[in-house]
């Protein structure tokens, strides 16, 4: 009898928010494998907010999810069989699987699938802290912000799976750090749990005079660099208490995913602070990734990384899951436990 596969597809695109009628859970037979083939059993599914971007037909530095196909997105589990000398049943590979229970790879796309080591780290953590998230954090505070000791780093979506991993970042390369994040609970854990200096609830703000008010409270110093994970009101504040020859890397604009427009107040400050922005993709620097993953992998081995993970249960919750990402629901990196 043949392995049934459940999978999550988009159904459809949305217009501005996405809603749960957006995706289609379907099922469909694993076909016997070929040779130099493998399966894999996915134990966590990764959602990310860049998913929110692939639902559009527009424009974008990425292709288009296509309908009725699986749902793109990073994934980590076990061999379940092989056909391929290169790996064997039982070993744990990271990979992009997509949102559905188990993922055939071919002979031809043997990089797609790297396996990793669950000694010191967990499986999960190769989704979040030691994985895209943790890399992306490494690239722009690292390669963008580039910080001294004793200078100010700020960062947005201070909780999540990003924005987590930038401030301790930050604070091993002696800084001081600024969260920006939703809520009492969130900040609390960002400084208790995180170690940051500061948290900043945006959400009792209710404009960038308010906000930038209590960041000159926490940024006594000013803002040196500033990590975006946002947009929007948030970006407007922090310029406001950049220094000269501050830096800011766009890493995200969240606030922005669903259509609404982020208009940049006062980009004067570019230039009377001589400031240097730069966006980036994380994927688009594949050399970087040796180098942050050692650094990571072995912070979080420590146990100097902290990180918190929101799971839900079962393929068939993803989207409800990724709904409330995009909602600021989860607690740390979103993920989805299939296993
Ligand atoms: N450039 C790249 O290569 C790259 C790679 C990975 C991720 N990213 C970007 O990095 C950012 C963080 O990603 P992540 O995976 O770590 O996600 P995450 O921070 O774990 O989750 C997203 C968080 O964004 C916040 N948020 C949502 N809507 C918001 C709004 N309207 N205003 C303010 N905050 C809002 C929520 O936190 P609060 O409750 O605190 O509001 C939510 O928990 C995203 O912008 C993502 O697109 C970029």
Known sequence: MSLINRQIVLASRPSAEPSADNFK????PVAPLQDGEVLVRNHFLSLDPYMRGRMNDGKSYAQPQPLDEVMIGGTVGEVVESRNDFFKPGEKVVGMGGWQEYQRVGAHQRGALQKVDT???PLSAYLGAVGMPGVTAWYGLVKIINPKAGETVVVSAASGAVGGAVGQLAKAR???????AGGPDKC???VSELGFDACIDYKQHADVKSLSKALKEACPNGIDGYFENVGGMILDAVMLRCNAFSRIAFCGMISGYNGAPIPLTNPSLILVNRMKLEGFIVSEH???????????GGMVATGKLKYRETVAQGIAAAPEAFLGLLKGKNFGKQLVKLV
Request: aromatic share 4%; charged share 20%; glycine share 8%.
């Open 286 to 296: 594949m050399e970087v990734w040796p180098e942050a993953l050692k650094e990571l």
């Open 174 to 180: 002696g800084c001081r750090v600024v969260g920006i």
């Open 188 to 190: 609390a854990q960002v």
């Open 25 to 28: 859970l379907v099922e469909a």
């Open 119 to 121: 000694t010191h780290v």
